[in-house]
């Protein structure tokens, strides 16, 4: 059985549980990092020297990254859906899990740890902020694209979608100014019919 360490309040670790709900794994979750600490013992970090979640175990093959592993479960178990068998729209799909990491969460970071992990008193506005500002402009240029398409890699849903989504309810849950995308709410309205998105990823932000 596939296992998973990482808590359940960690967006990379959401990625992860939400694609495997979408492939119908059977999995067994472990929590690890945050609240639940572990994760610079030993034992954990003889799996991932990061000490970072999530890691998993898949009969024996050890991955972390976040989405590397999103990528592994879809080629692995969705071969022609979620990771697609055309190379241009697996590409396109995998740049936009790259995009995720490059260009929208370092201005989505200082604004969900700011707003949601740390106390008002201790706010740095002026960051909060700029990863707003930063946020937005990213968000824009996802907009334009799913004006054409209703996902991110084209016609249907792939892992391309996953990094984003998790990142996108985020966007729409915090309590910030938003500019009006309207096919980016599409396109995160169509996410949240998906019951492994509304179950590993509409949580409570903590």
Sequence with gaps: MLKIWG????INVQ???????ELGLKY??????????QNHEP?????????????????????????????YLAARHATGSLSPSDLRVRADAERWMDWQLTTVLPGMTPVFWGLVRTPPEKRDLKAIEAGR????KAWTILDAVLGKRPYVAGERFTMGDIPLGALCYRWFALPIERPNL????????RLATRPAYQKNVMVTMT
């Design 7 to 10: 808590r359940a309040n960690s």
């Design 182 to 189: 309207p096919w980016l709410k599409a396109w995160y309205e």
């Design 133 to 136: 500002q930063s946020s937005a």
């Design 28 to 37: 067994d979750r472990v929590d690890i990092g945050g609240a639940f600490g």
């Design 15 to 21: 990625k992860v549980l939400w694609c495997a709900d």
């Design 43 to 71: 034992a954990y970090l003889a799996l991932n020297p990061n000490g970072l979640v999530p890691t998993i175990e898949d009969d024996g093959f050890i991955l972390w990254e976040s989405n590397s592993i999103v990528r």
